[in-house]
């Protein structure tokens, strides 16, 4: 199993593009979540998926859009990039919610100028 | 509101000796923590996770502890070796969602 997969790696942005960031995870899980790391800061969840076509907002959903039509996949889309935006994002999954670890995938480290 | 606070932010210690990384949480309807490493540059590796109706966790050289009605996890490495140094994160779950803290980075000196 590869897991949760994410791409691009690395990506550079100029103010005001937009791009789609992909996770796909292979472990046939209900739950995936985006999250966002700011340096030395935790992890902030951004949305999140209890499964296909189901999604809903977390901590930090400002201009971000997601969906979710497969249960492998559930990309994230940025639209008019901001230098705010300029983080390191993961994507996660895991069975179900509560008492359920959660898988993380390699993560996308994205700049904005 | 779930707040997650690791301390201390940074820990510098010498090889061999053993390290004690601390996780305090507000809310203690907790289903489970998580104890994660993250090397520089690079994802999260999950190294334990200890449900709310356990104590501790235990896997080679680490012991998690949590005592959820004071809102506390520890995170011991014994006979700590230059590999160990990293950033360790320690997340919360309250139903679907995981609070991080900010996390603790090691360094572990030759």
Redo the contacts between chains.
């Keep these: 199993n590869a897991g949760v997969t994410q791409t691009p790696k690395f990506r550079i942005l100029k103010i005001g593009q937009s791009m789609t960031l992909q996770c796909t995870q292979d472990m046939n899980h209900n739950y995936m979540y985006w999250y966002r790391q700011d340096p030395g800061m935790g992890l902030k969840l951004i949305y999140y998926s209890v499964g296909a076509g189901i999604t809903d907002k977390g901590e930090v959903p400002n201009g971000y859009n997601v969906s979710r039509s497969t249960t492998e996949d559930f990309p994230l889309r940025l639209e008019l990039a901001a230098p705010s935006q300029t983080s390191v994002y993961f994507c996660a999954s895991s069975t179900a919610g509560g008492f359920y670890e959660q898988y993380f995938g390699p993560g996308t480290r994205l700049t904005v100028t | 509101k779930q707040e997650?606070t690791q301390i201390p932010a940074a820990l510098s210690v010498p090889e061999g000796e053993n390290l004690v990384l601390n996780c305090s949480f507000t809310d203690s309807a907790i289903?489970?923590l998580?104890w994660?490493r993250q090397d520089p540059?690079?994802?999260?590796t999950?190294l334990l996770?200890i449900?709310?109706s356990q104590r501790e966790q235990t896997s080679g050289r680490l012991n998690a502890s949590l005592d959820k009605s004071s809102g506390r996890s520890t995170l011991y490495i014994a006979a700590s070796q230059p590999g160990d140094s990293a950033t360790y994160?320690c997340?919360v779950?309250n139903?679907?969602?995981?609070?991080?803290?900010?996390?603790t980075t090691v360094t572990v000196r030759a």
């Design positions: 997650v289903y489970n998580q994660f540059g690079k994802g999260l999950s996770l449900q709310s994160l997340a779950s139903d679907y969602k995981l609070s991080f803290g900010a996390g």
